[in-house]
């Protein structure tokens, strides 16, 4: 009986052994591979995939999804740039009341600190209770000196009652919001006098305008 291996030639038989040895290489430095980049793996997986609670490296609030604004609320132009709003009484904003010109003051200063950027942003006081802003507020917060501008709510309750819901959505009616340039809510910050909570919102508005003009208006 013939031996099977007699009837391989010999060449066939040599190539048929490198190819063997080349798998095996082949698979020994997959192998290596493998293990030297398993802790590149395992960083890109926790941190994009697997993201650990306190991960995130924003400071204020993503709303997700972004809430759309209704043109019909307010007379002034939202779409096209870029807003920091803010809800409070003018009965509420007085040099007697700390609390409502600490959000103020934190509003003009975050826009002051943008630099040549500050025009992309707009801020917006909206006047819940429709009373005369006081006169001493009014100099230090009107639209030419700090850039704010001040409106009243919608004078038709079904949009008012529409605007009160968008606006404390989450929770977030006393906050300082952000809108963007297509006219949807997409983050809140709390309001601060901390020195380095100012420093992140800063931080997190410059982020936002250095990697999106898209829809802005800036004529």
């Known amino acids: 009986m013939s031996n099977p291996e007699l009837l391989i030639p010999s060449s066939q038989a040599d190539t048929s052994a490198i190819n063997a ?11 290596l591979l493998l293990a030297c980049a398993a802790p590149v793996i395992a960083s890109y997986l926790s941190y994009y995939v697997f993201k650990p609670e306190g991960g995130k490296t924003n400071f204020g609030t993503l709303v997700q999804p972004a809430q759309e ?3 019909a609320w307010f007379s002034i132009p939202f779409k096209g740039k870029w807003t920091l709003l803010i809800a409070r009484p003018a009965g509420e904003c007085t040099v007697q009341k700390n609390q409502c010109l600490e959000a103020l003051f934190l509003m003009r200063q975050l826009r002051i600190g943008l630099g040549k950027d500050s025009d992309r942003v707009q801020l917006v006081w909206i006047n819940t209770d429709g009373r005369s802003v006081d006169p001493e507020v009014l100099l230090a917060y009107d639209e030419k000196k700090a850039g704010f501008q001040i409106v009243s709510l919608p004078s ?3 949009l008012r009652a529409q605007f009160e819901a968008w606006l404390d959505h989450e929770g977030a009616g006393q906050k300082i919001q952000l809108i963007d340039p297509s006219q949807a809510k997409m983050m809140y ?3 601060t006098n901390s020195p380095k909570e100012f420093g992140s919102i800063k931080k997190d508005v410059e982020k936002l305008l ?3 003009r898209k829809g802005e208006n800036l004529q």
């Open 156 to 158: 038709d309750p079904i």
């Open 69 to 71: 604004m209704n043109p």
């Open 210 to 212: 250095r990697l999106n």
């Open 21 to 31: 040895q080349t798998r095996r290489g082949r698979m020994q430095m997959l192998l």
């Open 189 to 191: 910050f709390p309001v």
